[in-house]
């Protein structure tokens, strides 16, 4: 009897291991929209939000921008469609656009390959041509028509969305010959004369968003860092305010819930962090102690020792990714930078626009490049002095952003906290990534725009926000189906 | 003839999934499966060259060869996206035992069996595809051992282990290709020989009680030249292409960690016997896994991510019925403290606490032969981990393991 109790309990154990479901399951909770409501999601923003990358703007870019990225994992938790003004497929190379075709050898001796990059100029959306000078024309792109849902534009600042003159292409500096009106707006916006806010009203009105995103105020920063503080101008705090908060109502107006985005340290990409290892390697190596350099936007000259160039063993001046083409020209005479931003500054004129720069700036171009008389241009470099103004500028306008998304609960993503925690870099399921320029796996060629990948783990970082903020459970994207740089 | 068969074993066998703790493949007995792998504390027979050397002298002479079957499922879950299973192939671990009594008081032995290895197949579509596509990894130990029976009551032993293995890993290169297949990279090496030991102590105070010590050492697996493969590099574009050049060699090596383990036997009556096994395991010694090679790979001449284990411990409980005298039951469970620690989990071996359970019987068909069969559940604790110090993939992990066994025993 004995034996047949354990006997029979042996086989009851067998019997119920072996019952157990065979295969191991992972509870997952079903996504959830949380306390928001994603049925109408409108995005706000600028070349970022548009999809911008590789220095223009293209289809499939677009296809891969972070709002699109968001409208399709918003699809799980009742999301709708999202347009965007997508190129055609016969014209999908947009504005044209950077690609990678080689490596030639490191600028310095035993340095990184340089990259050699082409720029893309079949399948263009190009409608006409328009300009003072038909030899330096502004190009106009194919309409796009009708309402969408991606109202990022390429170059919107927060400064300027109420400007009634960026659709215009008639709309040029008399003097200098040089375009005041966005051709990226120009092509989506609804007439010559509607501002960027009508445009966001318009569409508003048209989607009535239960949900929105908005990413814009990096250019009110960011414009003036690229060009070295040398043109272009830092937002002021009260317009930027006043019009953030205008351009927030607009958004709020149906009780839409959102998220919005801070101004990410604009210094940190690898347009600015990429160049100026390679110039300080490169004078150091020729024995060059210090180059002349221009500074602000005076006629001021400073001399800049080698050791202030910002490298990862120490230093401070920023060199611009658009200063590699001039670096070859230090120490030798020759005006090439002065000739080529006579063409950006004054394509009305650029012999004029010449005159006035050598003039102005007391340039003497059969002197050496890097010289006191043919000084290092401002425009190539931002000193300690303009960075620190740019960063407080900075801080005080992801303020206005914060207390904005704070006194009308929306969810905020931190985008200058993030790109300053991966500074170092991070590993992410066997791929690592930084701000580095191409081996980064994030940036673009361009350097300040994100790759596609990039753009969807920012998508990740936005859903993390709006998970947290309305208690959603929104699904990830899987960053490991888009693509980083292909190499050549 | 004994050689023949280890040979035969050696070559057509694979080791087992690592089910333990790590890459850990605690199934060394039969009979001891069954009991919740207790052991230290025991005279198990054959098998005491692994679990105690010190007991193998009371053991009768004879031979013991025995296998298992790991049918082993692990479902994925990416940060929220969706789930992923590894179908792994079956891992059949195995173990060899001959004892022989030199005289009253000193036996020698010989053991072969398979203490770790992991094989774990995720394929190449899945979300972690760039840190892992398959791994296999293989380690046989083969052991000569003495043993003293000092007094009545104490005995000792020694063995030193001669190790041999393999290590083969594949995954996603993490390189944009022009379309078409993904690239992929395959390390595959043999490794030197390395030596260890194994030490133990047998201890019965009466005759209901027994205890036993055991100490079995740390074993470095050495790759030196092992060869990097490629695969799908013809869609990568020429400059990419550089980046990978023919005929590189890895180096890398791998610590299996000392095991010292503490186990009491109690005869609790003539038919009933309890055990019970504590074990730690060092596992603090795999603090990275590096590879160093000969040619740039991607641009790195290696390739290190940290693993930085902690040392663990197992508790074992085990009991053994002797429902006559030629049939006896057994069953047991155990808990295994996993070495990996938070933000360090990895596809290779996505571990977390597991709990086992066992059941086992044997049988006498007549004085000289007899047969041990075992079955263990192991499930393994749902585990969700960034693996952001790891150069792993995030998400959550869970396990689990069925494990029949055989064993053919033959005494004189």
Redo the contacts between chains.
């Keep these: 009897m004995k034996?047949f109790v354990?006997?029979s309990g042996?086989l009851a154990?067998?019997a119920g291991?072996?019952l157990?479901s065979?295969?191991?399951?992972?509870d997952?909770a079903e996504p959830t929209s949380g306390t928001a409501d994603f049925s109408s999601y409108v995005a706000v923003g600028n070349s970022l939000t548009a999809g911008y990358a590789d220095g223009g703007l293209y289809l499939e870019g677009q296809l891969s921008s972070y709002p699109a990225l968001l409208a399709q994992q918003f699809q799980a938790v009742g999301g709708g469609d999202f347009t965007q003004s997508l190129f055609t497929e016969a014209q999908r190379n947009g504005t044209g656009y950077l690609r990678l075709v080689?490596?030639g050898a490191p600028a310095i001796p035993g340095g990184s390959p340089t990259p050699i990059t082409e720029a893309v100029k079949t399948e263009l959306a190009i409608r006409a041509a328009v300009g003072p000078n038909p030899k330096l024309p502004v190009f106009l792109y194919t309409k796009f028509t009708g309402n969408v849902n991606n109202l990022g534009v390429p170059d919107m600042r927060i400064s300027e969305i109420k400007n009634n003159n960026l659709a215009n292409p008639q709309n040029f500096d008399p003097q200098t010959g040089r375009a005041l009106f966005f051709p990226q707006f120009e092509r989506v916006a609804a007439t010559a004369q509607q501002s960027y806010l009508e445009y966001v009203q318009a569409n508003v009105d048209a989607a009535e968003p239960t949900f929105f995103s908005n990413w814009l105020g990096n250019n009110d920063v960011l414009t003036y860092a690229t060009s070295g503080a040398f043109s272009s101008t830092l937002t002021d705090v009260a317009t930027f305010q006043a019009n953030y908060s205008e351009l927030i109502d607009v958004l709020t107006a149906n009780n839409a819930k959102g998220v919005v985005a801070t101004i990410p340290n604009v210094t940190a990409v690898p347009f600015f962090t990429t160049v100026g290892p390679t110039l300080k390697a490169g004078l150091k190596a020729k024995g060059i102690p210090a180059i002349a350099i221009l500074t602000g936007k005076t006629a001021t000259r400073v001399p800049l020792p080698v050791d202030n160039i910002k490298d990862a063993t120490g230093g401070t001046a920023l060199i611009p990714l658009t200063a590699s083409a001039y670096i070859p020209l230090l120490g030798a005479p020759g005006g090439k930078y002065w000739r080529d931003i006579s063409k950006t500054a004054f394509p009305g004129n650029p012999t004029a626009g010449l005159q006035y720069f050598l003039g102005t700036y007391g340039i003497d171009t059969t002197q050496a490049f890097g010289t006191a008389l043919n000084p290092w241009p401002s425009s190539l470099i931002l000193d300690e002095t303009e960075q620190a103004e740019i960063a407080t500028r900075t801080t005080e306008l992801n303020n206005i952003i914060k207390a904005e998304a704070q006194s009308n609960n929306l969810a905020i993503w931190d985008a200058n906290a993030y790109f300053n925690s991966i500074q170092n870099g991070?590993?992410?399921?066997?791929?690592?990534y930084s701000p580095a320029y191409i081996r980064g796996?994030l940036f673009s060629l361009d350097g300040i725009h994100p790759t596609p990948r990039g753009q969807a783990i920012m998508a990740n970082e936005f859903i993390s926000a709006i998970n947290a903020k309305y208690n959603a459970?929104?699904?990830?994207v899987?960053e490991?189906q888009y693509?980083?740089?292909?190499?050549? | 003839m004994k050689s023949k068969i280890l040979a035969l074993l050696g070559s057509t066998l694979l080791t087992g999934t690592a089910m333990a703790g790590g890459y850990q493949v605690n199934l060394a007995s039969q009979r001891q499966i069954g009991m919740g792998h207790t052991g230290t504390g025991l005279v198990t027979g054959t098998s005491s060259i692994f679990f105690n050397p010190g007991a193998m002298a009371q053991a009768r002479n004879g031979i013991t060869i025995g296998a298992s079957a790991i049918v082993s499922k692990i479902a994925y879950q990416a940060p929220d996206y969706s789930e992923t299973a590894a179908d792994n192939p079956t891992g059949t671990p195995f173990q060899v035992y001959g004892v022989y009594g030199i005289n009253d008081k000193i036996k020698v032995g010989l053991g072969v069996y398979t203490p770790f290895g992991s094989t774990v197949n995720w394929g190449s579509e899945w979300y972690g595809r760039k840190g892992l596509n398959e791994l296999s990894l293989k380690a046989i130990y083969i052991q000569p051992t003495i043993s003293y029976q000092v007094t009545d009551k104490l005995g000792i032993g020694a063995g030193v282990t001669y190790t041999i293995g393999s290590v083969n890993l594949q995954r996603t290169l993490p390189i944009e290709g022009e379309g078409g297949a993904e690239a992929g990279i395959e390390l595959d090496g043999d490794a030197k020989s390395a030596f260890g030991y194994n030490l133990g102590i047998f201890f019965q105070p009466t005759d209901k009680l027994s205890l036993g010590l055991s100490y079995r050492s740390k074993v470095d697996v050495e790759v030196e030249e092992g060869d990097v493969t490629y695969s799908n590099l013809e869609n990568l574009s020429a400059s990419a292409r550089t980046n990978f050049p023919d005929g590189a060699q890895f180096a890398a090596t791998l610590p299996l960690p000392s095991t010292l383990s503490f186990g009491i036997g109690y005869n609790a009556t003539e038919k009933l016997t309890l055990a019970v096994d504590i074990s730690r395991v060092g596992w603090s010694e795999y603090e990275e896994l590096r590879f160093d090679f000969t040619k740039p790979v991607g641009g790195n001449t290696t390739s290190a991510s940290a693993r930085n284990y902690e040392d663990t411990y197992i508790y074992r409980i085990g009991a053994e019925y002797k429902v006559t005298d030629a049939l006896a039951l057994r069953a047991g469970a155990y808990y295994d403290e996993t070495p990996v620690q938070d933000g360090y989990l990895t596809p290779e071996t996505p571990d977390a606490d597991s709990r086992g359970l066992s059941v086992g019987l044997g049988y006498s068909i007549n004085e000289n032969i007899s047969i041990d069969a075992s079955f263990l559940y192991i499930n393994k604790k749902e585990r969700t981990d960034e693996a952001n110090l790891s150069n792993g993939v995030p998400g959550t992990f869970k396990s689990i393991a069925y494990i029949p066994g055989f064993a053919l025993n033959y005494n004189f």
């Design positions: 034996n354990y006997k042996m154990l067998f291991v072996l157990t065979c295969d191991p399951e992972i997952v080689g490596f991070f590993t992410r399921s066997g791929v690592f796996n459970r929104i699904p990830k899987d490991t693509r980083a740089i292909v190499l050549p």
